[in-house]
């Protein structure tokens, strides 16, 4: 039977070169041309040079779309593990069959695609829509409100790309702590909130953290509903990376802010997978 | 309780969309609660939105069939060789999950301008283009689906197929197949729903006038929007409820919750 793992191997050589060769190939010219500046009309010089990146980090129009993108992307985050977290424990302690009913609707919910979701809030918080209606008939509010152009609005949007997930991912880590811990934890005294601060929590911990840094990661590059809910006025990096490109035609530009986006996914990611490392090898347990 | 909260939050905007798209009238504005219920606003949808639909249908079912050409045997040799480096292998392959979709419709659009200055032959507007850049971005997701139904299958079986004296294409067709093909099928459909539901890599690589549907939505929300939107969205909500449920006759959920 030996030759037949050779066989594997051989097999799995065209998908990968495949794939190499795409990953190079798209990545490669876009990192390159982020190394050029931009001359108007479309046109990059043919020299290398740093300008797009030393004007992104100096410039202050930049670093505001930067630290906006950080700060909205990061108060979605957390607003989304608050609703996920919680949902996710109840699913995961649930006995009856409900809880195979509500994860389908999580993923049901996840799968429709933004375009739609966003659809959905804009007719929802539209001027004659049933919430400003309902706020209206109820004294709530004086005149009426929209969500285009304000933060809540954008991080509300942002909220709609990761709940699913984050729910569905909670759902597993908690799924692995046994239950049978918080029922000894009980026995032994241990009031509700107990439970869940030394016994939950601990347990918990790597798999949210890496969880909310997912999250994050998915929220810094949400483009749809920032560039949708924001109507301009609220401009995150992906947005302004499909601007620089598709509207000012400054492909060296927006190529060099779209590295950096990349960038920074890569690092919190290998950061994520460091904190993964580091708690198996400290405790020895999987997550 | 809050598990009631977050679901309301959760589907607040796709029940509206189905509810407001039975409103259709003169009206430019859409109104909830609604003033009247017809299905005319089904009726009225214009061609360009059906050819959004069809043209996302069609990527989709072609990212999905390339998607799996490429993961299925990618997964195959994961699991299966002996070879050193599994987990660079792997991480290799996951790599596309990394990269956020502006950056991959950038990534792939200035690619395209470059290898069609240098060759003469430009993807970008074209089928083929979108297809690949979305084919690079979904293939994770079947390798995702299939190489743990892999994990689980046990060689022991091929083997005794193998001793009771079928070919390896035989043992391949009526043992392996059959028992891997729950895995490869949700992983396919779930690289269709990637493939169907994108927006920043279709807004990139999309020729202008024809559009994948939910470019369609979002330039129409861009604009005043013709409310015959709301009908062809609540269309693919149906849609998309569908091939779940399709997916969950056959395979189970099971792929959607998992460990990343």
């Known amino acids: ?287 | 309780m809050i598990l009631a909260a977050v679901y309301i939050f959760l589907f607040a905007p796709i029940v509206i969309v189905i509810a407001t798209s039975f409103d259709y009238g003169d009206r430019a504005y859409v109104i909830f609660p609604p003033e009247r219920f017809t299905f005319d606003a089904y009726l009225n949808i214009p061609e360009y939105i059906t050819n959004g639909i069809y043209l996302s249908v069609g990527v989709g079912l072609a990212t999905a069939l390339g998607a799996s050409l490429i993961g299925i045997p990618a997964s195959l040799g994961i699991v299966r060789s002996d070879i050193p480096g599994k987990s660079v292998i792997m991480t290799l392959f996951r790599i596309p999950l990394q990269i956020p979709g502006v950056v991959m419709g950038l990534a792939f659009l200035q690619a395209y301008y470059a290898i069609g200055a240098a060759t003469g032959w430009y993807a970008n507007g074209t089928y083929m283009g979108l297809v690949i850049a979305h084919i690079f971005a979904a293939t994770p997701f079947v390798i995702g689906a299939v190489v743990p139904v892999l994990q689980r299958f046990q060689p022991t079986l091929e083997e005794a197929a193998q001793t009771l004296g079928a070919s390896r294409i035989t043992t391949f067709r009526r043992i392996t197949l059959p028992l891997i093909a729950p895995g490869v099928f949700a992983g396919s459909l779930y690289a269709f729903m990637i493939s169907f539901g994108d927006v920043p890599i279709a807004i990139f690589l999309s020729k202008p006038g024809t559009s994948t549907f939910p470019v369609e939505v979002f330039f129409a929300l861009e604009q005043e929007f013709d409310t015959t939107i709301l009908a062809a969205s609540t269309l693919v909500v149906v849609f998309s409820l569908m091939v779940l449920l399709i997916i969950q006759r056959f395979s189970g959920l099971d792929v959607f919750v998992r460990t990343r």
């Open chain 1, 1 to 287: 039977m030996s030759g037949i793992k050779a066989r594997w191997e051989l097999i799995l050589f065209p998908p990968l070169v495949l794939t190499m060769v795409l990953l190079v190939a798209s990545q490669f010219i876009f990192i390159r041309g982020s190394f050029h500046k931009d001359l108007g009309y479309g046109d990059l010089s043919t020299t290398y040079e740093l300008v797009n990146y030393l004007r992104a980090f100096s410039d202050p129009y930049y670093l505001n779309v930067l630290l906006l993108s950080i700060n909205v992307s990061a108060t979605a985050t957390v607003l989304t593990m608050i609703c996920a977290v919680p949902v996710a424990y109840i699913i995961a302690r649930m006995t009856s069959r409900w809880a195979m009913l509500l994860l389908a609707l999580v993923v049901v919910a996840q799968f429709v695609t933004i375009a739609i979701k966003v659809l959905g809030l804009i007719v929802l918080f539209s001027p004659d829509g049933i919430v400003n209606r309902l706020f209206l008939a109820l004294g709530l509010i004086d005149e009426t409100f929209t969500i285009l152009g304000t933060f809540p609005g954008v991080i509300t949007g942002l909220m709609y790309y990761s709940l699913g997930f984050a729910v569905l991912l909670i759902y597993s880590v908690i799924l692995t702590i046994p239950r049978s811990l918080e029922e000894a934890a009980q026995i032994h005294g241990a009031g509700r909130f107990n439970v869940y601060r030394r016994i939950i929590l601990p347990l918990a911990a790597p798999g949210t953290v890496v969880c909310s840094l997912m999250v994050f990661n998915i929220s810094i590059g949400g483009f749809a509903s920032t560039a949708l809910i924001g109507a301009g006025k609220i401009l995150t990096l992906p947005v302004i990376v499909q601007r620089s490109v598709v509207v000012n035609y400054n492909y060296g530009m927006g190529a060099a802010l779209a590295v950096i986006l990349l960038v920074s996914v890569i690092l919190i990611n290998l950061f994520s997978v460091a904190i993964i490392q580091r708690f198996r090898r400290g405790k020895g347990m999987t997550i």
